[in-house]
């Protein structure tokens, strides 16, 4: 399979990829890890005139920690180096639980956090991840800098807010209150395949009283279900198992579950409860008697 | 005029964008004119004729076509050649020296690691790399780690075991 013909370019800074992106008047899209990208170029559901290929720009490659615990996740960070980072497995449960569940190992070493972000999948992991973390991200245009927040970020499936002249150079993960606990779980027939289900998970806790909750849900509806309203009900509460039973039923009647040959939307739904219970029980101190 | 047709250049189409390329693969720097759409599993097999990476989905999903890029493993048939350019390639060809098989190699001869032999090539790549990051791998990280690649013949049994007798083996080399 081929990708129809297209120009390609391979700027040396963000700004000349602005310049080229700000030239093509919509007509460009921007290559970085390419393991979505790529595919629908071969399938023809994308047919740019022109790729930007920004692999070649410095400085988007940084995982870095600000003194006050903010995530900085540059725009070429790809899966794997979350994945082997000690860092991000001390200091950020959720993603390092979601790094070694994205995709297959081998596509993790090319395929990049804020490629994917960007790219909207309904069934994306790092969507539902940015969502519960409450993250945003830093674009770039030729007017200079924006944010973006996750919750305004994606507005349907493969359809984000960026402008046609606009590149996302990093996210962000806010400090946590506290102590930053959480997880992620996916349901997957196999590895590789969309999710049945999956549920992040992110929590600021001070010893087991939750101070910020924040959930998200990816393979159960047509786009990533933001549920971080229905996790505020943990909020000021102590991990219980009443208050897990309790937010684990909220959160299960977000999710838009569609039957389909992974499972009908009663499993599925009950793979969330499922999934909320086990993350919440996982980081509760008083454990379930 | 030799015959009655006579094919004659036309002029090339100054449309089509081309771009020379130069590629490390297996340690030789290779140059060449590509169009940016070319794959590198394509620019590998039909353009340098290093036929062991295969295609098999040509959808990212079965790992056939996985080659080592600076090192770390890739699937060929999701990246653009072009992007390649100045870059490392590794590919099954560049494993073995003309007298030796590569451990990884000798594991699947030993193991019966394979049955008709098209998942190898890639299996074997992401093996390496494997080994690479964790020279003393459970059963498990083999599984894990080669959970990108498809096979349809072995059930995988004994792929595991060849990678294991080939970490065993690379341990002990290297002591």
């Known amino acids: 399979m081929y990708p129809s013909r297209f120009k390609y370019e391979s700027p040396k800074s963000v700004e000349e990829a602005i310049a080229l992106l700000d030239a093509a008047k919509g007509d460009a899209k921007i290559l970085a890890g390419g393991q979505s990208l790529v595919p629908m170029l071969k399938l023809r559901f994308a047919f740019p005139e022109q790729l930007v290929d920004i692999n070649n720009i410095p400085g988007l490659n940084h995982i870095t920690f600000d003194a006050d615990g903010t995530l900085h996740i540059g725009a070429l960070v790809r899966h794997e180096q979350l994945e082997f980072s000690k860092e991000i497995a001390a200091k950020q449960p959720t993603i390092a639980a979601a790094a070694p569940l994205v995709a297959d190992p081998i596509v993790r070493t090319r395929g990049t956090f804020v490629g994917s972000v960007c790219h909207a999948d309904p069934q994306g992991d790092w969507a539902a991840t940015m969502i519960a973390l409450g993250g945003h991200l830093v674009v770039q245009g030729p007017k200079g800098k924006r944010t973006i927040e996750m919750k305004d970020f994606v507005l349907g499936p493969y359809a984000n807010a960026l402008n046609y002249n606009e590149i996302a150079i990093e996210a962000v993960i806010p400090a946590p209150k506290g102590v ?70 909220l959160v299960a009647a977000k999710a838009e579950p569609k039957t389909d040959h992974r499972g009908s939307s009663e499993y599925k739904r009950q793979i969330v409860r499922t999934f909320v219970k086990r993350i919440l029980l996982a980081q509760s101190t008083q454990k379930a008697a | 005029m030799s015959s009655l047709f006579e094919e004659v250049q036309t002029q090339p189409n100054a449309d089509i964008p081309v771009r020379r390329v130069t590629i490390n693969v297996n340690g030789e720097d290779r140059s060449a004119n590509i169009e940016p759409r070319l794959l590198l599993a394509d620019l590998l097999r039909q353009g340098l004729k290093l036929t062991g990476t295969h295609k098999g989905c040509d959808t990212t999903s079965c790992g056939a076509c996985t080659v080592l890029f600076d090192g770390r493993p890739i699937k060929s048939c999701t990246m653009l050649a072009v992007q390649a ?91």
């Not at chain 1, 992620?184 to 049945?196: H, N, Q």
């Not at chain 1, 924040?214 to 990533?224: Q, S």
């Not at chain 2, 299996?123 to 959970?147: C, F, I, Q, Y």
């Open chain 2, 85 to 175: 350019d100045g870059h490392e390639v590794q590919t099954v060809e560049g494993l073995a020296t003309p007298s030796e098989l590569h451990p990884i190699q000798e594991g699947f001869k030993q193991e019966h690691g394979l049955q008709c032999g098209f998942c190898t090539p890639g299996m074997m790549l992401a093996a390496k790399a494997l080994l690479e990051r964790n020279p003393n791998p459970t059963e498990d990280d083999v599984r894990w780690g080669l959970s990108g690649n498809l096979c349809r013949c072995t059930g995988y049994q004994n792929i595991v075991k060849a990678v294991l007798w080939a970490a065993d083996k690379m341990r002990a080399e290297s002591i």
């Open chain 1, 180 to 249: 930053a606990r959480g997880g992620y779980l996916k349901l997957e027939r196999r590895v590789g395949d969309f999710a049945t289900a999956s549920v992040a998970v992110a929590l600021d806790m001070d010893g087991n009283r939750v101070l910020r909750a924040g959930m998200a849900l990816a393979g159960v509806g047509g786009k990533t279900i933001d549920a971080n309203e229905e996790a505020s009900y943990l909020v000021g509460k102590d991990l219980t198992e009443a208050n897990i039973n309790q937010v684990a039923d």
